[in-house]
């Protein structure tokens, strides 16, 4: 089995469990227990630690590493005269890293150990902790001890018609893994939402509006032309289940509605 850790590829003899009362199908979770994620479940050939993958998420937040290039770094670090005879698990690393970054989110938020609860809309994803929520910063009295202008939220709507997404070549394998459950909105209703909506185009009377200009682009080889998010007003705090893809022109406008 190939082992990909942080200092290095290596490839070691695993053999199956075969003590009584064990399991031969259950390989993939004894693999877990000695924090090894294993690639695949049913026979895996290869398995990440628990410490790569750790390694891998931080490198991409904080230093904004590809996976093709942490993966190359570790090549380096088993061979660094010949790299290209070190096995090659890049597709095994994006598969993988992209399911532990969605069990950590379950586990932060409460959901990795409860498998027949659902986190909901927005049930992976933060709000703003200093705007005023009932039954978490408010006492229960809050109605009456403060004025409705005192605690009322206040949001900003804005968008970002330079964060263009391009088509996929197979776009069906992109499968998520939490529809809906971080900050952008669930994809099936709000396709729904853009079929139902009539597509209208600003006019502007400037001569050279760049953001009414940019906004109407529809190039051919995009998927989506912008973004657009809802934030509180005081503290800039994206609201979950509240992002959005812009799909042309300023049709963002319904979109947020």
Same mark, same amino acid.
């Given at each position: 089995?190939?082992?990909?850790?942080?200092?290095?590829?290596?490839?070691?003899?695993?053999?199956?469990?075969?003590?009584?009362?064990?399991?031969?199908?259950?390989?993939h979770l004894d693999l877990l227990?000695?924090?090894?994620?294993?690639?695949?479940?049913?026979?895996?050939?290869?398995?990440?630690?628990?410490?790569?993958?750790?390694?891998?998420?931080?490198?991409?937040?904080?230093?904004?590493?590809?996976?093709?290039?942490?993966?190359?770094?570790? @090549?380096?670090?088993?061979?660094?005269?010949?790299?290209?005879?070190?096995?090659?698990?890049?597709?095994?690393?994006?598969?993988?890293?992209?399911?532990?970054?969605?069990?950590?989110?379950?586990?932060?938020?409460?959901?990795?150990?409860?498998?027949?609860?659902?986190?909901?809309?927005?049930?992976?994803?933060?709000?703003?902790?200093?705007?005023?929520?009932?039954?978490?910063?408010?006492?229960?009295?809050?109605?009456? /001890?403060?004025?409705?202008?005192?605690?009322?939220? /206040?949001?900003?709507?804005?968008?970002?018609?330079?964060?263009?997404?391009?088509?996929?070549?197979?776009?069906?394998?992109?499968?998520?893994?939490?529809?809906?459950?971080?900050?952008?909105?669930?994809?099936?209703?709000?396709?729904?939402?853009? /079929? /139902?909506?009539?597509?209208? @185009?600003?006019?502007?009377?400037?001569s050279n509006d760049r953001a009414?200009?940019?906004?109407?682009?529809?190039?051919?080889?995009?998927?989506?032309?912008?973004?657009?998010?809802?934030?509180?007003?005081?503290?800039?705090?994206?609201?979950?289940?509240?992002?959005?893809?812009?799909?042309?022109?300023?049709?963002?406008?319904?979109?947020?509605?």
């Amino acid at each position: 089995m190939t082992i990909v850790h942080t200092e290095g590829i290596f490839s070691h003899e695993v053999s199956v469990c075969k003590c009584p009362g064990s399991d031969p199908n259950d390989w993939h979770l004894d693999l877990l227990h000695q924090r090894l994620f294993p690639a695949s479940i049913s026979m895996p050939k290869t398995a990440f630690t628990f410490d790569v993958l750790d390694h891998f998420l931080i490198d991409a937040l904080e230093c904004k590493t590809s996976a093709m290039s942490f993966y190359q770094k570790l @090549k380096r670090f088993t061979n660094n005269a010949f790299p290209e005879r070190v096995p090659d698990r890049y597709r095994e690393l994006m598969r993988v890293s992209w399911l532990w970054r969605d069990l950590k989110h379950r586990k932060w938020f409460g959901f990795g150990l409860d498998a027949e609860k659902d986190p909901g809309d927005g049930g992976l994803a933060l709000f703003c902790p200093a705007c005023p929520q009932p039954g978490l910063n408010l006492p229960a009295d809050w109605k009456v /001890q403060y004025d409705r202008d005192t605690v009322m939220r /206040q949001y900003v709507i804005d968008g970002n018609f330079t964060a263009q997404h391009m088509k996929m070549n197979k776009p069906e394998l992109d499968v998520a893994l939490s529809d809906g459950k971080g900050y952008m909105v669930s994809e099936g209703p709000y396709q729904n939402h853009l /079929q /139902q909506s009539l597509d209208s @185009k600003e006019r502007s009377t400037c001569s050279n509006d760049r953001a009414i200009n940019a906004a109407n682009i529809n190039k051919f080889n995009l998927r989506f032309t912008g973004i657009g998010a809802t934030a509180c007003a005081r503290h800039g705090c994206f609201v979950p289940h509240s992002v959005v893809d812009f799909q042309k022109g300023e049709r963002w406008v319904k979109c947020l509605d």
